[in-house]
């Protein structure tokens, strides 16, 4: 998505600009706009400032890798899991996921369910929230351990405080869902990368789960799951500490009484190695 903003003829921006380029596909970097009254002088042409933002699909895990390691806390009995806890089932479905997110609060009971179906046929589940305190404070371990209560997850819901782990997984959103498969012996190898159905909070479509549970039913019968899969767009980000989102952000410049308003938009930084 691109959006162009034409200055007056009758003035130029001389100072510096804010800065937008993706380093990665799914990184957007974003520097301040500075903007100093006295730079301001009278051009032969017109200036464009330009702002770019992106729609980025959730595709930072690459199929066939192994599962990371970690060891993170639940908040709700304060026991420490590890990978090693799901070692001896055959699937493992890792969600990330948050108490706030709209998209995860469109899904939640029917996030629910399916993993209990599943569950009960072999399917080992982890969710975990990797969000900072410190932007959504709703996403805090309390409230995670009372969310739990209160939906009744039947899988532990993890707290990632140092984001590590979900970077680890290539997470970028929420809700995201990589489904692993174990062959004996062999690590925990990713077969999913992909959306929970076709459902969005806005588009009225039925949540049916239809996406995920196809590939689940694929795993657990021993069929491969085809590499065709559809990316879980997102708009609203779960803000780790490594990412920083300015919602309906809207840029005004006022220069010789002019306001231009440039819109209201998402940004997105990716900071680091993430």
């Not at 903003?5 to 804010?18: G, I, K, V």
């Not at 993170?72 to 706030?100: Q, R």
């Not at 589940?125 to 709703?138: G, K, M, R």
């Amino acid at each position: 998505m691109a959006l162009k903003l034409r200055l007056l003829p009758s003035l130029q921006l001389t100072t510096s600009l804010p800065t937008f380029s993706f380093s990665q596909p799914r990184s957007l970097t974003f520097r301040a706009l500075r903007l100093h009254p006295n730079t301001i002088t009278s051009p032969s042409s017109p200036t464009r400032l330009m702002i770019r933002a992106a729609r980025t699909e959730s595709k930072a895990a690459t199929l066939g890798s192994r599962a990371p390691q970690f060891q993170l806390p639940e908040p709700l009995t304060g026991k420490v899991w590890s990978l090693e806890d799901f070692e001896a089932y055959p699937a493992l479905l890792v969600m990330f996921i948050c108490n706030h997110c709209p998209f995860v609060k469109h899904l939640k009971k029917d996030i629910v369910k399916l993993a209990n179906f599943y569950m009960e046929r072999g399917l080992a589940v982890v969710a975990i929230s990797s969000n900072s305190v410190a932007t959504h404070p709703q996403d805090g371990p309390k409230f995670m351990a009372e969310e739990a209560k209160l939906f009744s997850y039947p899988f532990p819901y993890l707290y990632d405080e140092s984001q590590d782990v979900a970077r680890d997984f290539g997470a970028v959103c929420t809700p995201e869902f990589l489904l692993y498969k174990k062959d004996g012996r062999r690590p925990f190898e990713l077969v999913y990368h992909g959306q929970f159905d076709d459902s969005r909070p806005s588009n009225n479509v039925p949540v049916t789960g239809r996406d995920l549970s196809l590939a689940i039913d694929r795993v657990l019968s021993g069929q491969p799951v085809p590499s065709e899969q559809k990316a879980r767009y997102f708009v609203h980000y779960s803000p780790f500490k490594s990412f920083r989102i300015f919602q309906a952000l809207v840029c005004k410049i006022v220069i010789n009484n002019h306001i231009l308003t440039v819109a209201s938009f998402y940004l997105h930084e990716v900071l680091g190695a993430a």
